[in-house]
């Protein structure tokens, strides 16, 4: 069987229906685990080890995570023996394929209604960030999106935002309204004193140019908080 530790069985001798390729043909896609599908995307192993094995290898490495997988990059990827540059690309391309398409509707302009609209919009552009990033949506009035624009980026714990470049980047649209969003690599939800204090100061701002600021989202990939939810703006 493949797997078997009584001795190395390289795929091209495993029956056919368990090769990954052709239960992948035979049996559907939705068939195969997820150490198959990144085997066939390796294409090989090494020496008495499996692209199914170096798969496996990988996954566990990563806690079976593929949000955490996605995240790694290539240099990270290569480090794992059996995945030289070119596998590790080959892999992270397929990743950032499948997170396209899951939320490629959602990167559609908008009206928001919601926290939850202004979280789906971004989530194309913040997901599997590894460093934090600080992003501006400007709205119309009748609260539709009419440009999205990134203000900064910086390292896994904070990013400088300049709130002269927020406001004149609002103005030059002409915007009605704002909303402010920053991701929070470490997958923890809650603002810092140093959010809330930012927060505070960039509504003052906007109050003096008559431009709203609507919320501040806190973004991770399970979830977000929401400023104007939990009425602190």
Not at 20 to 26: A, D, L, T, W
Not at 32 to 50: N, Q, R, Y
Not at 153 to 176: H, M, R, Y
Not at 205 to 231: C, M, P, Q, R, W
């Amino acid at each position: 069987m493949p797997g078997d530790n009584h001795g190395f069985i390289s795929i091209k001798d495993w029956h056919e229906e368990d090769r990954p390729r052709e239960k992948f043909i035979s049996k559907g896609r939705e068939v195969l685990s997820d150490a198959e599908l990144i085997a066939i995307l390796l294409g090989t192993g090494f020496k008495e080890t499996t692209a199914v094995d170096v798969a496996k290898i990988l996954l566990r490495e990563n806690g079976n995570d593929l949000d955490k997988l996605a995240k790694l990059s290539e240099k990270q990827l290569s480090s794992v023996k059996g995945i030289g540059p070119a596998k590790a690309i080959t892999i992270l391309a397929a990743l950032e394929l499948g997170r396209r398409r899951k939320f490629s509707e959602k990167a559609v302009p908008k009206k928001i209604t919601g926290s939850k609209d202004a979280y789906e919009f971004l989530y194309p552009f913040l997901a599997d960030q590894p460093h934090e990033e600080f992003y501006l949506l400007l709205l119309n009035r009748a609260n539709v999106i009419t440009r999205h624009v990134k203000i900064s980026q910086g390292g896994v714990s904070g990013t400088l935002v300049d709130n002269k470049i927020i406001f004149k980047t609002a103005l030059e649209e002409l915007s009605a309204s704002i909303i402010i969003c920053h991701n929070h690599p470490s997958g923890n939800k809650n603002p810092s004193q140093d959010d809330i204090a930012q927060t505070k100061r960039i509504c003052e701002a906007g109050k003096n140019l008559d431009i709203a600021v609507l919320d501040h989202i806190i973004f991770t990939n399970d979830g977000f908080y929401s400023f104007a939810d939990e009425g602190i703006i």
